[in-house]
């Protein structure tokens, strides 16, 4: 898994899409960082990711690989992106990398012992505590120290004592430059802890009783 650094210097220029909280952030990402350049928006992620391209002074064909949020955050805005990234891939295919919203904060932050989450429904929270990795938990197994970024939704009520972190990827980037978080890709799609599994429906003929 590279780094940031690592990316700008075998790719740059990078296009980065993150539609997981509710104001979409896209960079044109140099080979250092004083020659980035940040858009936001916070329209709905099918018209804010090409705002923000319009106002960039990029445009897909121009970068030497994407680099794209895979969640945890908003299934539609991230599934948004990674639909864009997909028809842009079949133009002229390049390297794509994903990395964790709730891994991203957690380097960024610096601070041990706090636990990063976000909604995952049904009475589960992600959750990224330092460097360990992504994990699924029920509300009773969070604990103390509790963070969501800012502009992440939630649908079950927030565990005692949670309180909002800056979602600022310019800030966190520069931050966690050195971590490994990025994932190589051939097919970009929204993180999922495990695969979905389907019941097999076998026909029969119906008999009356």
């Known amino acids: 898994m590279p780094s940031l650094r690592e990316l700008r210097s075998r790719y740059a220029p990078l296009l980065l899409i993150d539609a997981a909280s509710a104001v979409i952030?896209?960079?044109?990402?140099?080979?250092?960082?004083?020659?980035?350049?940040?858009?936001?928006?916070?329209?709905?992620?099918g018209t804010g990711i090409f705002e923000n391209l319009a106002a960039l002074p990029m445009t897909p064909a121009d970068c030497g690989a994407f680099i794209y949020c895979d969640g945890p955050g908003s299934i539609l805005g991230i599934r948004s992106a990674a639909a864009a990234l997909r028809a842009w891939l079949v133009v002229g295919?390049?390297?794509?990398?994903?990395?964790?919203?709730l891994s991203l904060v957690a380097r960024g932050l610096e601070q041990p012992g706090q636990q990063v989450i976000a909604d995952a429904r049904r009475g589960l929270w992600h959750r990224c505590a330092g460097s360990g990795s992504l994990e699924r938990v029920p509300?009773?197994?969070?604990?103390e120290n509790l963070l969501m970024p800012e502009g992440f939704r939630h649908w079950s009520p927030l565990p005692p004592g949670v309180t909002s972190t800056s979602y600022d990827l310019p800030s966190l980037l520069a931050r966690a430059q050195d971590e490994a978080l990025f994932t190589e890709t051939n097919e970009p799609d929204a993180f999922l802890h495990e695969e979905p599994s389907y019941v097999t429906w076998t026909p029969h003929v119906h008999r009356s009783p």
């Open 25 to 45: 952030q896209v960079g044109a990402l140099a080979s250092v960082s004083a020659g980035d350049r940040w858009t936001r928006s916070s329209a709905d992620a």
């Open 93 to 101: 295919p390049r390297p794509v990398f994903a990395y964790h919203s």
């Open 139 to 143: 509300a009773a197994e969070l604990g």
